[in-house]
């Protein structure tokens, strides 16, 4: 459905309005919008300016005082800028804001929440659950956009928040809030006035759990950065990462862990992900999975039982994608001569931690085959590689990263894809091209330690 561009306009009776100002118009008080603008201290005047008369630090980050955070940003919120923060619900969105908020509330001038979700008492409450209550972070408890321009000057942050762009609704654009129209109006109205005031806007955006920011994708081209707020309720761990980012790379992953007082940055992610990993246990490969740009160890389980008499075979996967689960039986089934007729199999990938490229397809295939005889992989193992439906074995991205971080954190053994380059020193590296020779090898490395 191709929907029409969301009418420019006025934000109500609360004074100019970006939406107010188009070029040839006059402005208040008689004189050229472009002036109007440039007096505001806007960016983007119309006027062709030199590149050396451009002001280069007018635009640089400013650290949001979460060092991870500010790891993934390259620095921090860039005055001006729009970044959505999306994650499904109950990851900790409205958490790691707050904090934000908290962390840069205060020297700069005070900032703004415009809680939309949250009544400010709810919000005063889980401030003081995250640590004493900043001076300076100002709360708007509305969901009408109309009313941030005068929130704006009349407290004049230093950054604001919108939580969330799917509650808050512009009066003068149709459709209910958090319907495709609204959201994309509220998004370009917020995009002017981070412009126009020269703020950095975060906006928090729902994700659904098919990993898309429920209704308008379209929001991700409004914006400058989107972050990626992931991790399993369930678990403490959770990844924040960019996927589009105007001001830098990337490539960085924050890792926060989630406890009673608010996210904590994570220094070492291995006592999350396989602190409980009990080697020499059937069923468990260790994968080196990328998260972002970054190689992170994961290890990825799989339990096989005698299906019930009766009852259908069951297929469980947590963490790891249900379609190649099922690809992989199929695969172990033709091609390696390992049929799990009649059996429940359960997959899973431990720590909350999401691992849906193709690249776990050994992992996964190894630790089912694992399972199923009951014998170890090697405990100093990982593994990584695409299977492909006739068995073969496929290269996958980041190999040398991957080995890298396996060698960097104590791991010895590889069996990796044929056209793998060499480990690194003090790995010892097994290219492997069928899912059937890694059954074997891996299998009968256990039986001979
Ligand atoms: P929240 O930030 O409300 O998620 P979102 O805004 O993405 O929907 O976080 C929700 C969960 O985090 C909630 O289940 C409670 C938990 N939590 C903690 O464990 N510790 C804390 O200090 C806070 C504030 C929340
Ligand atoms: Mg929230």
Not at 74 to 102: A, F, Y
Request: charged fraction near 20%.
């Amino acid at each position: 459905m191709v929907e029409p561009p969301a009418p420019r306009r006025g934000l109500g009776a609360g004074g100019p309005g970006p939406g107010d100002l188009g070029p040839g118009d006059l402005g208040p008080g008689g004189f050229d919008p472009a002036d109007f603008l440039a007096l505001l201290g806007a960016p983007g005047t119309g006027r062709a300016l030199a590149l050396d008369q451009v002001d280069p630090a007018r635009s640089s980050p400013v650290p949001t005082g979460l060092a991870e955070l500010d790891r993934v940003l390259g620095g921090g919120l860039v005055p001006g800028s729009v970044t959505l923060l999306g994650g499904e619900p109950g990851v900790g969105k409205s958490t790691l804001l707050l904090q934000v908020l908290s962390s840069m509330a205060g020297p700069d001038g005070p900032v703004l929440l415009v809680s939309a979700e949250e009544s400010a008492q709810q919000v005063r409450r889980r401030a003081e659950r995250l640590g004493p209550l900043p001076a300076g972070l100002m709360i708007l408890d509305s969901s009408d956009l109309s009313a941030l321009p005068t929130a704006l000057r009349d407290t004049g942050p230093a950054l604001v928040v919108v939580d969330s762009i799917q509650a808050v609704a512009d009066p003068g654009s149709p459709g209910s809030p958090g319907s495709l129209g609204q959201v994309r109006a509220c998004t370009d109205v917020v995009v002017h006035l981070a412009k126009l005031h020269h703020v950095p806007f975060v906006l928090v955006g729902h994700v659904t759990k098919e990993g898309t920011l429920a209704g308008p994708r379209t929001l991700e081209h409004l914006v400058d950065t989107v972050l990626a707020v992931e991790g399993d309720r369930h678990h403490a761990l959770r990844t924040v990462r960019a996927t589009k980012h105007r001001f830098g790379p990337t490539g960085e992953l924050g890792l926060f862990e989630m406890n009673e007082t608010g996210l904590a940055a994570v220094t070492d992610p291995y006592q999350l992900l396989l602190g409980d990993r009990r080697p020499g246990a059937p069923g468990s490969a260790v994968l080196p999975a990328m998260q972002g740009q970054r190689a992170l160890l994961v290890e990825v389980q799989a339990l096989t039982a005698k299906t019930a008499a009766e009852s259908p075979s069951r297929r469980s996967a947590q963490g790891v994608d249900g379609g190649r689960l099922a690809l992989l039986l199929a695969v172990l089934e033709q091609r390696a001569g390992v049929a799990m007729v009649r059996t429940d199999v359960f997959a899973s990938a431990v720590g909350g931690i999401r691992v849906l490229e193709p690249a776990a397809d050994l992992a996964l295939g190894l630790a089912l085959a694992s399972a199923f005889f009951g014998r170890p992989l090697p405990p100093d193992l990982v593994v990584f590689g695409e299977v492909g439906l006739g068995g073969e074995i496929r290269q996958v991205p980041h190999a040398p990263r991957r080995l890298a971080e396996a060698a960097r954190v104590g791991f010895r053994h590889a069996l990796v894809p044929e056209s793998c380059p060499h480990g690194p020193p003090g790995m010892e590296i097994v290219h492997v091209p069928t899912l059937a020779r890694a059954v074997g090898l891996a299998m009968g490395a256990a039986s001979s330690p």
